[in-house]
């Protein structure tokens, strides 16, 4: 159990990327707590069978029931409960939100701890001297792990997690959002053309921009540390920062350097021709020095762990990509087509082709004849194909490779009709003991804040994701452009900006 957990720890802080941690590595990590479930459930067979002590099958199961210590075999029974939830939910990894499997997940550090007190002071044959000190540095290093843990867990949250006291605050200009690919193009108050609503409002992150460079034509890096000097909130790659701009504007940027630098992080913007005030504020206006008030991070493309990968970026769809291969494994498998207009314009070609000369093809179109070969690029064949940029780029990828397989992150919302027809839907949000009707001239997200439901919205177009709930009861239909369907059917998710319900009533966990 210790080498499964200290393995965990390793692999999730990216300790040995220089030296590669190919999938195999994840499956020793789930081989080990796998068999140390198995002995655990050896060892209380071993107790029942056992003619000294004689455990029935209630002491064995039920904390504090036994009749010998029953405080050390407590832990010890609460320890295997832990590891059952880690190891069930490690197994339903794919059909839980990543955040409940990472709390539970975490608890394994617990389940360590007293495992290591019921060992130590359980007794009987184990009541050695050097036994108790193994015991006791077992418990020394699950200490540190969860310290350094709780304190990282701790910032995240704090930065992206809405809580249930959080302040609403009305706006007078409805939130608008675009990406750093697409034209911004104006919210409307309500997607269905309903009135303007409040916005829940949450406290950010108040970054200040430590450098800015130009890093292709028409596109600029600005370099974001927090205001205070803490170390920004852990983020993966594929996660995005939503900057609140002058006059109620919100955009999304995706961090596009080494997630492993915790005290500064890298957006790019590419000026856009028909901006609405968002890239055109960043191009003109901010400069070093200037602080920014932030959202996040937050992550709907994140880098699942596969043994190889395809990586297809359009433009300025390069910035996350980018993130993800500096945080791969130097010797993991994986390509990247990057297509864009010219070489000038393309962030990022050139250190690309220097680095990695074999894995990189860049396609500018203004030197080809004919548009990129996707197909021959998609038949080298991958485990998992992630890809940004324009929407007719991604259009193209999808018709090729299947759902299971492909990864997309869209900045601009597909227009989706709904099959169930706009109709009223009873609502009932179930922590914050609220039900409603949602009419069909208003959304579910509008009815929530309406109810001062603690929700954040921000696109209300269905494209950042910051909107997400998950389902407990009813039938969404989704008509969202954040994740492909299946996949929030098995996460047992909606974002209820846009979409809508097919049942007569929903239940939703917020
Ligand atoms: S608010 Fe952006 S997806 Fe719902």
Redesign the pocket.
């Known amino acids: 159990m210790t080498i499964s957990v200290l393995w965990g720890i390793l692999l999730s802080t990216r300790v040995l990327r220089r030296f590669d941690n190919p999938s195999w590595l994840n499956d020793i990590h789930a081989y080990a707590s796998g068999m140390s479930i198995l002995m655990v459930l050896l060892h209380m067979v071993s107790l029942m069978l056992d003619g000294w002590l004689r455990f029935s099958i209630t002491e064995v199961l039920v904390p504090f029931s036994a009749h010998y210590r029953a405080f050390p075999v407590a832990l010890g029974v609460i320890a295997f409960y832990l590891l059952i939830a880690v190891g069930g939910t490690s197994l339903l990894i794919k059909r839980l939100p990543r955040p409940f499997w990472r709390t539970i997940h975490y608890s394994s550090y617990g389940a360590l701890i007293l495992i290591s007190f019921h060992a130590g002071f359980t007794g009987t044959d184990v009541g050695s001297p050097w036994y108790r000190w193994l015991s006791l540095t077992l418990i020394g290093l699950a200490s540190l792990a969860i310290v350094t843990r709780v304190l990282v867990g701790r910032s995240v949250n704090r930065a992206a997690r809405p809580r249930r006291d959080d302040v609403i605050v009305p706006r007078t200009a409805p939130a608008a ?1 675009a990406s750093s690919t697409a034209a911004a193009a104006a919210v409307p108050s309500s997607p269905l053309g309903g009135p303007a609503t409040p916005v829940v409002s949450l406290d950010g992150l108040d970054l200040v921009v430590v450098a800015r460079r130009r890093v292709a034509e028409g596109v600029v890096g600005i370099r974001l540390a927090r205001a205070d000097g803490h170390p920004l909130p852990v983020w993966h790659p594929g996660a995005h920062l939503t900057l609140r701009l002058p006059g109620g504007l919100e955009r999304q940027y995706s961090l596009t350097s080494d997630p492993a630098d915790r005290q500064s992080a890298e957006i790019c913007v590419r000026l856009s021709p028909t901006s609405e005030g968002g890239s055109s504020w960043i191009h003109s206006t901010l400069h070093e020095g200037m602080r920014i008030s932030a959202v996040g991070p937050s992550n709907h493309f994140e880098l699942e762990p596969a043994p190889s990968y395809l990586f297809v970026a359009g433009g300025i769809g390069i910035t996350p990509i980018l993130a993800m291969i500096e945080s791969l494994p130097a010797r993991r498998d994986w390509y990247l087509l990057y297509i864009g207009r010219s070489r000038a314009t393309m962030p990022f070609a050139a250190e690309l082709l220097r680095q990695y000369p074999e894995r990189v093809t860049v396609f500018p179109s203004d030197e080809h004849a004919l548009p990129a070969d996707l197909h021959a690029f998609l038949a080298r064949g991958a485990d998992l194909v992630y890809c940004c940029g324009p929407e007719s780029l991604m259009d193209a990828v999808a018709a090729y490779v299947s759902p299971e397989r492909l990864r997309i992150e869209r900045f601009v919302a597909v227009v989706r009709q709904s099959l169930a027809g706009l109709h009223s839907t009873e609502v009932t949000c179930r922590r914050s003991k609220v039900s409603f009707t949602v009419p069909a001239t208003s959304s579910i ?1 509008e009815e929530m804040e309406r109810h001062n439901v603690p929700i954040i ?11 997400e709930v998950r389902v407990l009861g009813g039938v969404p239909e989704h008509l ?1 452009s ?1 994740l492909d369907d299946d996949r929030k059917n098995d996460l047992g998710i909606m ?4 979409s809508r319900s097919s049942s007569t009533e929903l239940i939703l966990d917020v």
């Open positions: 959002t997200l919205g921000s696109c209300r177009k269905g494209v950042c994701g910051t909107c969202d954040v974002y209820p900006c846009v």
